[in-house]
């Protein structure tokens, strides 16, 4: 020990100059405001820069965590979102009248597929989670995906609206037309609005959306735009186009509408539903 | 050897009360800016002796620079510039070797070595120290000027207090 002692007196005037400078910078800093205030401004300037680097690397890692909190919480949003939907048509205040709610469930896509002629996809949400068949499946307030059709315990497939099975009750918006949106095509965007009678008015661009009047979507839920319509010879009602808001190919988190008066609605539509 | 010891210690406590009472309070300048602050206390660390090793002349210019500190009210910053000015006191002095060396003297004192010698190894010194404090005390670059105002008017009354102080008092150890 008292070697070192005289090793450190003999040869170590740098190493102790360094250390004596480093502990007085350390009492200037700590103890004199302005200097402290100085000190602090510029480290923040100089490890501002790394500590972002650091952290972007770091964020990358809780990525999927994060996303599916994100899912959960838009999910919450969307329900209170679509509740003041039905809420403005002012049912609330009628006497007797059925209470709206909506449960929304986020779920991932885990098979997809766009090319058949029938498509069909499976969600990683089942029964054990609230979910059942014949509920409404959306990609956020985008566009639609489809209607579930057969659950298990821990996953549910889903009826996706490009199938020829597919139709789902939708009207132009504002305009109050409403019709069948059916896919009849093999292109992943392009939908027929059938049944839009031929003294219609509405024009190219205009927006369609759910109609409300199934007991599977709830209303005024963007679909996407009407691409063209045309007329052909002796026929009552238009052919009307329409392209999707969503991208089905790149769908991911979906979020499954269940509506807790489903059960006695269908109840009594059991005689005219179309599945 | 203890008689310089005390010689020395009495010297350095007269020293320090000097700076303390009295330097301390002078603050003079022109303008809104202060310029002239008057430090003599580095002279405690001119006057160690010659073959003292670095370590140790470090160490007591530590612990001068934190009593300052104490009185100034200023942590850090004194003993932030005598130590920069023990470091720097030992290769100034193997720069300033006369060409007999140093064999009869072992304090570097007016003396010993010479009024001359001394003043250049003073004036040296007290400037680089000066430029050293007043750019921690300042802590920014901005103020650049403001710094070298300072250094150049302090340094030249703190040279004035100290060849009077040297002249008056003559220390022989």
């Known amino acids: 020990m008292i070697n070192l002692f005289k090793f450190l007196v003999k040869n170590g005037a740098v190493f102790v100059f360094l250390i004596l400078q480093a502990f007085c910078f350390w009492m200037v800093v700590t103890f004199n405001e302005t200097h402290r205030t100085i000190f ?74 766009i090319t058949n002629r029938n498509n069909n996809l499976l969600i990683n949400r089942g029964l054990s989670h609230g979910i059942d068949k014949g509920m409404g499946v959306t990609d956020g307030l985008n566009g639609l995906v489809g209607i579930t059709s057969e659950c298990s315990e821990h996953y549910c497939r889903v009826l996706s609206i490009l199938h020829t099975q597919s ?57 996407g735009t009407i691409e063209s319509k045309e007329l052909s010879q002796g026929s009552n009602f238009f052919q009307v186009d329409v392209r999707l808001f969503n991208d089905l190919s790149k769908a991911k988190y979906v979020y499954v509408i269940s509506d807790p008066q489903n059960e006695e609605k269908r109840q009594l539509i059991k005689p005219f539903m179309y599945e | 050897m203890n008689e310089r010891v005390l010689k020395y210690l009495i010297w350095g406590i007269v020293l320090l009360l000097l700076q303390i009472l009295i330097f301390k309070n002078i603050n003079i300048g022109w303008g809104d800016f202060y310029y002239i602050h008057i430090l003599v206390y580095p002279l405690l660390i001119l006057f160690l002796p010659i073959n003292i090793p670095r370590v140790y002349l470090m160490l007591i210019g530590f612990g001068v620079g934190m009593i300052v500190d104490l009185f100034y009210l200023s942590p850090g910053i004194h003993s932030s510039a005598l130590v920069f000015l023990a470091f720097i006191r030992q290769p100034l002095l193997n720069i300033l ?12 004192t007016p003396y010993h070595l010479g009024l001359n010698w001394f003043l ?54």
Not at chain 1, 203 to 222: A, Q, R
Not at chain 2, 125 to 136: E, G
């Open chain 2, 97 to 108: 070797e006369p060409r007999g060396g140093y064999k009869v003297a072992t304090t570097p």
């Open chain 1, 40 to 113: 602090l401004h510029n480290s923040v300037l100089v490890t501002g820069g790394v500590q972002e680097k650091i952290t972007n690397f770091y964020d990358y890692w809780s990525l999927y965590h994060l996303s599916d909190s994100l899912a959960e919480e838009n999910a919450q949003l969307m329900r209170q979102l679509l509740v003041s939907y039905t809420k403005e048509r002012g049912y609330e205040n009628r006497e007797g009248a059925a209470p709206d709610s909506l449960d929304i469930f986020p779920a991932k896509i885990i098979y997809n597929s």
């Open chain 2, 120 to 173: 250049t190894y003073a004036a040296i010194l007290m400037f680089l120290h000066h430029l050293f404090y007043f750019s921690i005390e300042i802590f920014t670059f901005d103020l650049m000027l403001f710094i070298w105002l300072k250094t150049i008017f302090s340094f030249i009354f703190s040279m004035l207090f100290i060849l009077a102080l040297v002249l008056i008092t003559n220390p022989r150890y």
């Open chain 1, 167 to 223: 139709s789902i009750s939708a009207k132009i918006k504002n305009r109050g037309y409403f019709g069948s949106l059916v896919w009849r095509t093999l292109n992943p965007h392009l939908l027929h609005l059938e049944s839009i009678p031929i003294h219609a008015t509405f024009e190219v661009g205009d927006t369609v959306v759910t109609s409300g009047y199934s007991i599977v979507f709830p209303e005024n839920l963007p679909i």
